[in-house]
């Protein structure tokens, strides 16, 4: 088996989950870093685009979010929000 799937409660959108996994018989240990971050456009900016702006905008913005995020940590995977989340969560593993 090459991954495991464990599933992290988070109490809070704007919490950080931050996960150790160490495999004993290599001795090594890897980091997981879960975050929010915010799948909002401004309310005037909704109302003056279209939704494929909207949704345009909202990529653009969580790009510029991971390219300026810790550079000691990469990006793995970004979930899908659902139709009414004003936030998207993003794993990274530090490098």
Known sequence: MREICVPIPLGDDNEVAEVEVKLANKKISVFFRLESFSW?????????????????????????????YDSDWELIQIFTPSESSKNIQVLFRKK
């Open 40 to 68: 909002d456009i401004s309310k005037e900016m909704a109302d003056k685009s279209d939704d494929i702006t909207e949704k345009l905008l909202k990529i653009y913005n969580l790009k510029k979010l991971i390219a300026d």
